[in-house]
Every structure is written in structure tokens, then in C-alpha cells.
């Protein structure tokens, strides 16, 4: 398997354009997770979804982040309009529902950079 | 509060000296538990975890860690550290009912030759 596929890899942006990222999960897995790394706050769990449908999205920081899954293979995380403050490292999670232990798959990340 | 404390920031270990990263979580339920690692410009990587049996858990990369359920902690070992090691690592805690991890902020491990 490919793992879970992020893109882009790096995207830089100029405050108030949209910015939109992608995530394919493992498939397979029934859950997907978006986190958002930053040196101050660390790894922050965004939004995660259960066989497509969001289960949990009070991570999300403001009206200018949403996020969806229209189906199994894919997610998007988009903000609108952008900020300086949302520069980070978004990272895309996956793992399957008849798991034991819990354990998430992680994509490589996408580091964005909002001027 | 649900919650996971990496005491330390920053740890610099010599090649060939033992390590220890320490982790100590605040949870209600069961904890499962699990250590990754994050090496510079990549994702996370699993390096073990523990959600029941025997308390001391063998990881990749020579890497174990011990749970005790008396001290709420699952601190990370390795008997020798090889330069290949510096990295960021981070600690988690999650439940078996598929809710999100919760992470620690990390620790940077540096290592010196």
C-alpha cells in the first residue's frame, strides 16, 4: 500500500487567497483525521471523520477552516479566506475501524506558509 | 482533563549512550498508548504502542518503553543511540473506541558524536 497520500507538499499563499489540501487515506480505513502541527501549539487534532461523515470537527479553529470527505478515498481541508496565523504543518491520518490498538497511519504532511 | 506531558523539551544523548524520553499522560479510561517518531520535513512514524499484556513493549529501531499504570507514565527507551536517531519524538494516548490521539508537545532529541 501507498500509505496516506498528501497534497501538495509545500504550498505558499498570500493572505485572504483560499488554499485547499488534499488527503487520500489507506485504503480500507474507515477513519481520517486532520491535525495541524505549529512550534507553539504542537499536534492538533483538527477534525476526524468515520466512514465519510465528520464525527468530531471542534478542533477546527474558526469559520475559515472546513473540511470534507465525499467518499472513502478522499478528503479536502480548506481555509478561506487564509491567514499568516495558519501557517503550519497539516498532517492527514488514517486507521482502520477493526483495529485493536488504535493506531493512526500518518501522511508525510503538507507545510503551508501564508504571507 | 485528558492530557499528554513530555517534560522535556530538548534532550542531547552521546552516540552509544542509553536514552530515556519520558511521558506521562492524564487519562479516564483505559489508556492505549503509543510513541512516534518525526524525523526533519517528514510525517510521523509509529515506533510502538501498548493497549494490554505485558507492560514493557519492544518497538523498531531497538526502541521499548514501559507502561506503569501506578506512576500514569510510558516512558521511551533505547540501551545504545545512534546518530540516525536524532529526530523529534512524540507521545500519544487514545482509547479503543477510535477517537483521536492526543499528543504531547515532543521532545527533540539531539544526538552528539
Known amino acids: 500500500d501507498a500509505g496516506v497520500i498528501q497534497s501538495p507538499r509545500h504550498e505558499v499563499t498570500e493572505m485572504g487567497q483560499e488554499v485547499t489540501l488534499r488527503c487520500k487515506p489507506i485504503s480500507g480505513h474507515d477513519y481520517l483525521f486532520w491535525y495541524r502541527q505549529t512550534m507553539m501549539r504542537g499536534l492538533e487534532l483538527l477534525i476526524y471523520?468515520?466512514?465519510?461523515?465528520?464525527?468530531?470537527d471542534s478542533g477546527m479553529p474558526e469559520d475559515r477552516f472546513s473540511a470534507k470527505m465525499p467518499n472513502a478515498s478522499f478528503s479536502t481541508l480548506k481555509i478561506q479566506p487564509s491567514e499568516p496565523r495558519d501557517s503550519a504543518v497539516y498532517f492527514c491520518?488514517?486507521?482502520?475501524?477493526?483495529?485493536?490498538?488504535?493506531?493512526?497511519?500518518f501522511g508525510p504532511g503538507t507545510r503551508l506558509t501564508v504571507l | 482533563a485528558q492530557s499528554v506531558t513530555q517534560p522535556d523539551i530538548h534532550i542531547t544523548v552521546s552516540e552509544g549512550a542509553s536514552l530515556e524520553l519520558r511521558c506521562n499522560y492524564s487519562?479516564?479510561?483505559?489508556?492505549?498508548l503509543f510513541w512516534y517518531v518525526q524525523s526533519p520535513g517528514q510525517g510521523l512514524q509509529l515506533l510502538l504502542k501498548?493497549?494490554?499484556?505485558?507492560?514493557l513493549v519492544q518497538g523498531i529501531k531497538g526502541f521499548e518503553a514501559e507502561f506503569k499504570r501506578s506512576q500514569s507514565s510510558f516512558n521511551l527507551r533505547k540501551p545504545s543511540v545512534h546518530w540516525s536517531d536524532a529526530a523529534e519524538y512524540f507521545c500519544a494516548v487514545g482509547n479503543q473506541a477510535g477517537t483521536a490521539l492526543i499528543f504531547g508537545k515532543g521532545t527533540t532529541l539531539s544526538v552528539s558524536s
Open positions: 491520518a488514517s486507521r482502520p475501524d477493526r483495529g485493536v490498538s488504535n493506531e493512526q497511519f
Open positions: 471523520f468515520n466512514n465519510n461523515v465528520p464525527i468530531d
Open positions: 487519562y479516564g479510561a483505559t489508556p492505549y
Open positions: 501498548y493497549f494490554s499484556g505485558d507492560t
